[in-house]
C-alpha cells in the first residue's frame, strides 16, 4: 500500500500503561465513524506497514487507547510514538451530495460565479480557528476561509472548484500595498 492510497487518519500520541497500549489522535471530522476499526496503516521508515487492532477504546473526542496485536511492552509501544496512522482512501465513509473531501480537489481549478477562472487550489490548512483552502492566485498564494456559504460545488469531470468568494477578497490579494505603506513612502520622499 502506498501512502497516495490512502489518507491520514491521525497520528500515536503516546504510550499508554505498561502493555504496549497507546493513545491515539484521530484528526477527523468524526472519529466516532472509526470506532470499530480492525486494522490501520502506520508510516515507518517512509513505508506503511499493516497493524491489526486487538481493541480500541475511545477517551475523550478523537482520542483512543488502542492496542495492537504483537506490541506487548511499553517499549515497543514507545518505538510507535509520533507514528502517522493511514487507511485506504476506499474507506472513506460516504459523502452527502455535494460535499467533497480536502484531497479529491487538490490541484482542481477555482471558478468564482463573478470573477471566473482563478488559480488552482494548493492545499488546505486545518487551523483551530477555521479551516482554509490555499490557491495560487496571480503568482502568490490566496487564504480562502473554507465555509458552506463560499464553496459550491466541485465538479470532478471538468477538476473545477466552483466557489462565491466574499465582496472584497480578491481586493486584498490584487491591491499593490495598504494606505499605511503609501504614508510611509510620502514621508520617505519628503
Do not use: W
Request: aromatic share 12%; hydrophobic share 35%; net charge negative.
Amino acid at each position: 500500500m502506498h501512502v497516495d492510497e490512502c489518507f491520514l487518519l491521525g497520528y500515536i500520541v503516546k504510550t499508554h500503561g505498561t502493555k504496549g497500549q497507546v493513545v491515539a489522535f484521530f484528526d477527523v471530522d468524526y472519529p466516532e465513524d472509526y470506532e470499530d476499526l480492525e486494522s490501520v496503516f502506520l508510516e515507518q521508515k517512509g513505508r506503511l506497514i499493516p497493524f491489526f487492532i486487538t481493541s480500541m477504546e475511545p477517551v475523550q473526542k478523537g482520542r483512543f487507547i488502542v492496542k495492537f496485536e504483537d506490541i506487548e511492552t511499553i517499549e515497543q509501544a514507545e518505538a510507535l510514538r509520533n507514528t502517522s496512522i493511514y487507511l485506504p482512501l476506499d474507506e472513506l465513509p460516504e459523502l452527502e451530495e455535494g460535499q467533497f473531501y480536502f484531497h479529491d480537489v487538490i490541484g482542481y481549478q477555482v471558478v468564482d460565479e463573478q470573477h471566473g477562472a482563478l488559480g488552482t487550489v494548493k492545499e488546505f490548512y486545518d487551523l483551530p480557528q477555521q479551516q482554509l483552502m490555499v490557491m495560487d492566485y496571480l503568482d502568490q498564494e490566496m487564504l480562502v476561509p473554507v465555509m458552506d456559504e463560499i464553496f459550491l460545488r466541485a465538479d470532478h469531470e471538468a477538476k473545477h472548484l466552483h466557489v462565491s468568494l466574499p465582496e472584497g477578497l480578491l481586493e486584498v490579494y490584487t491591491q499593490p500595498s495598504s494606505p499605511d505603506d503609501e504614508d510611509e513612502e510620502i514621508e520617505e520622499k519628503e
